[in-house]
């Protein structure tokens, strides 16, 4: 079974930080294209930052040099380090993972792998 576990969400004033973490298991954490999406109330999902097995990296035109995407293959982590935090970066924010080239293709066009943590809960206050 896979499961992917976020943490480090929670409420933080505008111009804070926060960095999430994602922990994998069940998967070969070291071969999947690894993502971050995050929904807020009434509107869609969107993909905030991919990155691929050796570390090539993608982020939203809306969080770059903001927000940076990472991962630990020898800890099956990927991370999101979020600087500058704004009220519209309220959201839950999900993990994502691809398997196989089929997923890849989703994860990167915004419709995502098919495993997904549970989301943690970003609060942005102004």
């Known amino acids: 079974q896979v499961q992917l576990v976020e943490s480090g969400g929670g409420l933080v004033q505008a111009g804070g930080s926060l960095r999430l973490s994602c922990a994998a298991s069940g998967i070969i954490f070291s071969t999947n294209i690894m993502g971050w999406y995050r929904q807020a109330p009434g509107k869609q999902r969107e993909l905030v930052a991919a990155?691929?097995?050796?570390?090539?990296?993608n982020h939203a035109d809306s969080v770059k040099g903001r927000f940076t995407i990472s991962r630990d293959n020898a800890r099956n982590t990927v991370y999101l380090q979020m600087n500058s935090l704004k009220p519209d970066d309220t959201a839950v924010y999900y993990c994502?993972?691809?398997?196989?080239?089929?997923?890849?293709?989703?994860?990167?066009?915004?419709?995502?792998?098919?495993?997904w943590g549970k989301g943690t809960l970003v609060t942005v206050s102004s």
């Open positions: 990155i691929t097995t050796r570390g090539s990296t």
């Open positions: 994502n993972a691809a398997v196989g080239i089929s997923q890849t293709v989703r994860l990167i066009d915004g419709r995502g792998g098919d495993y």
